[in-house]
């Protein structure tokens, strides 16, 4: 290089600038390395999981109940059927009340109230789940016993605010700028949450019902006080408890037995995939709501 | 305030004879001063008396006077910030939308108080149209889109004639009768603010509001839009806001200037400067703030 390109002000480096420019490089790499580090350990638990439980994947696992105490064998049938009715029961409580909540404090209630409920909501969300169950013990199961539907209006507290805020957060996406063009057509507010809101924000909803359900279904610490002593048969009826996938897993893992374990793993992976697959699902549903609410700006 | 005087009989239903949306040819005929003016013998349709409009206390404009003339267009003209919006959405209430929104004076519409408390802002709507800056179809159909108002306020019979109708009163119909089923999203910007003056048209309107209905639309959509507007007045009142003069020299009939007062504490608001035809603010205003306005020496 010659003596004239030194003197270029713009290739000059000042000890300060390499300072600034060294600590930018700094936070980029401690950034990277924790993104990095989270999705590590996503790959390993999948990996280690699948390793185990994937040989146990047979048709057994969804065909048979559990074994009686001291049998060889059995699969996690009863669980399953349980964990889908009791998900349902809980989604199908937790979604029009998650919902209208939403549409009451995005579309309808004062700043201020919006405000409290929002609070309120995130509170609620923080509220650790063995509390919720403990509540539900307290409040129907000590009265009227153990039951999948004792289990379904915990596993509905839970979720509620998951709905709640992820639908507040597509319907607020929704541009005033419809709201506006309804209401000036002489559309009335409900009218207009009906006809113009909820059709735009719809898959939004969807998402946040999937990723409700995909919460729902593994959770373990309010099954244990509402729906944790059963038969080893499958149950349908509501107001009896019923086994679930994370029970399942539990149970079977503290067993002796050999093929118990091999179980505990392949039911830990099924419950996995389940919520796994939900997550993508939303995900990529919500990505296309947004694109298509983006699309009306 | 500028009434001017007659400078030639004329038929009150005459409207002013342009036909062209060529701002020099228009000009011309605004700088020759034959235009009478147009409100002589027209009905009155909205009366404002002293209105001044606050957002939570503080007022967005004050003192506003001015009459609305029956099928003409009047324009409401002036810089950002004078509070032109707010007073054109004081026309249909959409004020009352936002929280800590307040009217005092008196607003009438044909006579009746608009703020009454037994009238309902439903109806009012119904009557008082509205055009807004940026297009805002519903993610439905283009026939869904234009049938909407009419389903809430259930002119049901012949659903496909008054849509079709609308349509071609926008005149829009030509480039979308074959794809009433698609999506309202798919058209152009220019396309989608002439649906959305469809759908304000098919609940038959007394008034349409337009605010600033052109500024987000490029120039040729911009023309389309001025010709609906011309078009619109034989049957519609029209009022347009805009910050664009030529446009206001264009389209408009009755031309109400505003612009910003501060005052002595630094607080702002809108006033109302002058009024009138349309010709008498561009060629002769009174008032200096108008002047300086309109030869572009601000705003």
Known sequence: MSAQDD??????????????????RLMELLASFAALVAIVVLLVVIFSVAKRGLPAVNADLFTQVAAPFGVEGGGIKNAIVGTLIMTAMATAMAVPIGVLLAIFDTEFAPPQVSVAIRMTLNVLAGVPTIVIGIFIFGLVVVSNGQSAFAASI?????????????????????????????????????????????????????????????????????????????ANAVVTDPSQPMASMP??????????????????????????????????????????????????? | MTDQQ???PSDPGDAPEVTSANPGTRLTELASGHESNPTEGRETVFQLDKVTISYSGKPAICDVDLSVHRNLVTA????????????????????????????????????????????DPVELRRRIGMVFQRPNPFPKSIYDNVAYGMRLHGMKDDLDGRVERALTHAALWDEVKDRLKASALSLSGGQQQRLCIARALAIEPDVVLMDEPASALDPISTQHVEDLVESL??????????????????????????????????????????????????IRPSDPRTEAYVTGRFG
């Open chain 1, 7 to 24: 003197r270029n002000p713009l290739t000059v480096v000042s000890p300060r600038s390499r300072r600034r420019k060294l600590q930018g």
């Open chain 2, 233 to 282: 007045k034989a049957e519609y009142t029209i009022i347009i806001v805009t910050h664009n003069m030529q446009q206001s020299a264009r389209v408009a009939d009755i031309t109400a200037f505003f612009s910003v007062d501060v005052r002595d504490d630094g607080s702002r608001s809108g006033v109302l400067v002058e009024h009138g035809p349309t010709s008498d603010l561009f």
């Open chain 2, 76 to 119: 409401f003209i002036g810089p950002s910030g004078c509070g032109k919006t707010t007073l054109l959405r004081s026309l249909n209430r959409m004020n009352d939308l936002i929280p800590g929104a307040s009217v005092d004076g008196r607003i009438s519409y044909h006579g009746h108080d608009l703020n009454g408390s037994n009238v």
């Open chain 1, 154 to 230: 915990a596993l509905a507290i839970i979720i509620l605010p998951v709905i709640a805020r992820a639908t507040e957060e597509v319907l607020l996406l929704v541009p005033s700028t419809l709201r506006e063009g309804s209401m000036a057509l002489g559309a009335t507010r409900a009218r207009t949450v009906v006809s113009v809101i909820l059709p735009s924000a719809f898959g939004g909803i969807v998402t946040a019902t999937i990723v409700g359900v995909a919460r729902a279904a593994g959770e373990t610490a309010p099954i244990l006080f509402t729906s944790s002593i059963f």
């Open chain 1, 247 to 297: 029970f399942a897993i539990f149970t079977n893992s503290e067993s002796p037995s050999h093929h118990d374990q091999q179980v505990a793993w392949a039911a830990a992976l099924l419950l996995m995939a389940f919520v796994l697959l939900g997550s993508i699902t939303g995900r990529l549903l919500s990505l296309r709501t947004r694109r298509q609410i983006e699309q009306m700006r």
């Open chain 2, 6 to 8: 007659d400078t030639q």
